[in-house]
């Protein structure tokens, strides 16, 4: 079983940046891909940022050269940082695992930005 624990939402101005933080406990294989989703009011949930263990990166095109994503291996902790955020990145943002065929999500924490 594996916990993700995520922090770092909340409100700001359109412009403004977050942080956001997840922590990952539990059963995690050394290989294993961690990232961001996130879900607006009405709409699908997307994939925001995600990267591998090894350190491939996949955004969204709607954030690439805005958001930011790192992790810290041997903390398994992975970040998202978001600058220049716009009204339409307000949404739900989940941690995502994927580990040895399995998928785990955080609880999502709220980002919303203001215009």
């Known amino acids: 079983q594996v916990q993700l624990v995520e922090s770092g939402g909340g409100s700001v101005q359109a412009g403004g940046s977050l942080r956001l933080s997840c922590a990952a406990s539990?059963?995690?294989?050394?290989?294993?891909?961690m990232g961001w989703y996130r879900q607006a009011p009405g709409k699908q949930r997307e994939l925001v940022a995600v990267?591998?263990?090894?350190?491939?990166?996949n955004y969204v095109d709607s954030v690439k050269g805005r958001f930011t994503i790192s992790r810290d291996n041997a903390k398994n902790t992975a970040y998202l940082q978001m600058n220049s955020l716009k009204p339409e990145d307000t949404a739900v943002y989940y941690c995502?695992?994927?580990?040895?065929?399995?998928?785990?999500w955080g609880q999502g924490t709220q980002v919303t930005v203001s215009s």
């Open positions: 990267m591998s263990s090894g350190g491939i990166i």
């Open positions: 539990g059963n995690i294989f050394r290989i294993n891909t």
């Open positions: 995502n695992l994927k580990n040895v065929g399995n998928t785990y």
